[in-house]
């Protein structure tokens, strides 16, 4: 799924922090790869299966966050948004699926959502709450498009960019490519059966906990943050929002 063994420790290491659930770290993991290519399955396959949460179960761990979130000025009051928000209280694992391309982050909002501030929502005839966000995991396929400046260090440091160099197909499509002369070395065999396994399946729901509790072991006995980072994720716009 991921291009090098690197690569593979150093997600592996980010996700295990969702056994935690808050992002003292202040990071944010962009997944970037045409379709096909495991992100699917790494979130709400493994990671959901492990977590609980999802649709319809609201009660676990893991939940999908809308992306037009961070297109919103975090300094104006807007009831949906505070609504959708509400509903995060107490997930520690979150995915933002398939940002599409063109949209522009507002700067102020990714900070503060990707940052250490507690997040203040209320949804109808309910108290207002304030907690932090959990662990965050986008997936797109372009660049990340910005308001405003991201010069500053701590802004470009937020962002771990990883490519999903390959794409997973039916055998007999791999098969077929290859008698036609076409390059399949960044292809992989599919199976249509495992995300499943991962969503429905005890052991595998428990294998991928092992692997993360591993992980976070690994995690709190490192003394850097994560090695790898993709600044040409990033693109400025001179779009004010």
Not at 20 to 42: S, W
Request: proline residues 2%; neutral net charge.
């Amino acid at each position: 799924m991921f291009p090098d063994d690197e690569t593979t420790d150093e997600v592996l290491i980010y996700l295990s922090r969702a056994l935690k659930g808050t992002n003292e770290d202040e990071k944010f993991l962009a997944l970037r790869g045409d379709g096909r290519n495991g992100k699917g399955l790494l979130m709400s396959g493994m990671m959901e299966g492990a977590l609980g949460g999802g649709v319809p179960d609201e009660r676990g761990y893991f939940k999908a966050l809308e992306w037009y979130v961070f297109t919103q000025d975090p300094n104006k009051k807007k009831g949906t948004l505070n609504e959708h928000l509400h509903s995060f209280q107490g997930k520690r694992l979150i995915t933002v699926p398939e940002i599409p391309n063109g949209i522009v982050f507002h700067t102020d909002m990714f900070r503060r959502m990707t940052g250490r501030d507690n997040v203040n929502a209320r949804t109808l005839y309910q108290k207002s709450v304030s907690f932090k966000m959990g662990v965050m995991v986008s997936e797109m396929n372009g660049t990340m498009t910005f308001n405003d400046s991201t010069e500053d260090a701590n802004m470009k440091e937020r962002i771990i960019g990883v490519e999903m160099e390959y794409t997973f197909k039916d055998q007999e499509d791999i098969d077929e490519m290859e008698k036609n002369g076409e390059d399949i070395s960044k292809l992989k065999r599919k199976d249509r059966t495992v995300k499943l396994k991962y969503l429905n399946n005890t052991e595998y729901k428990c294998a991928v906990m092992d692997l993360l509790l591993e992980y976070y072991k690994k995690y709190t006995m490192r003394e850097e943050g994560n090695k790898i980072r993709r600044t040409e994720f990033i693109k400025e716009s001179t779009t004010k929002l």
